[in-house]
């Protein structure tokens, strides 16, 4: 079956860097989102990869290792209003998304 | 404004009613999408309309039924639902093409008593 593993919740510091890592196993590979999802809103659109390296957006960056299945994004300059979910999904070969279930990140002053 | 709005935000209704969740998105975009977040799943797939079709049906119940009248309009029409279809119902669209995002609305909270 296709599986996106990411943890279920993460803890950070305002100011400090964090970084939420996304495992993936699915029937082909047409290219990895990150979105972002702040309590009662709508997911946005943060980053797309589909080659491998890294993609840099301001204080947030994403990375992306084909071979290995594994993405991360990266949030520097931590603050609090970066208290979110972060959510995770990869197009398949039949250009399905899939989609991790998420990851709660805490900011604490 | 995320440019897909949804109506309405909060909706509880009992188990003999009928109801409908409403999606419009204002961005020119030739594919909308219902659906169902529920807490620490990962979202799930109901439904995909491309140029007005529907595409997919992931073997959705039949209480749930959609309508897409045109591009930048999508329902969702419940009936007879059963309380472990509490959620968040999102709608989203996007532009055809495999590396465009979507774009959703800030969805529908739905308690079913």
């Known amino acids: 079956g296709q599986n996106i593993d990411q943890p279920t919740e993460m803890t950070a510091t305002e100011g400090a860097i964090v970084q939420i890592n996304c495992t993936y196993q699915?029937?082909?590979?047409?290219?990895l989102f990150w979105y972002q999802q702040h309590a009662g809103e709508a997911p946005t659109f943060l980053s797309y990869?589909?080659l491998d390296g890294l993609e840099e957006k301001g204080r947030f960056s994403s990375f992306l290792s084909r071979s290995k299945g594994y993405s991360y994004l990266l949030l520097k300059e931590l603050q609090m209003k970066d208290s979110a979910s972060y959510l995770c999904a990869v197009r398949d070969s039949n250009y399905q998304l899939i989609w991790g279930a998420g990851t709660k990140l805490i900011i604490k002053p | 404004e995320t440019g897909v709005t949804q109506t309405p935000r909060h909706l509880v209704m009992g188990m003999t009613n009928k109801k409908s969740l409403k999606c419009e998105q204002h961005l020119g975009h030739n594919a909308m999408y219902w659906y169902k977040q529920s807490a620490k799943k990962p979202l799930e797939l109901m439904f995909v309309y491309s140029l007005e079709e529907r595409v997919e049906n992931n073997s959705v119940p039949s209480r749930f039924s959609p309508e897409c009248p045109n591009s930048s309009h999508l329902f969702l029409h419940l009936h007879t639902l059963q309380p472990e279809d509490s959620a968040l119902y999102l709608c989203?669209?996007?532009?055809?093409?495999?590396?465009?995002?979507?774009?959703f609305g800030n969805g529908t909270r739905l308690t079913v008593t």
């Open positions: 990869n589909v």
């Open positions: 699915t029937s082909g590979f047409n290219g």
């Open positions: 989203a669209s996007s532009r055809n093409g495999e590396n465009s995002p979507l774009h």
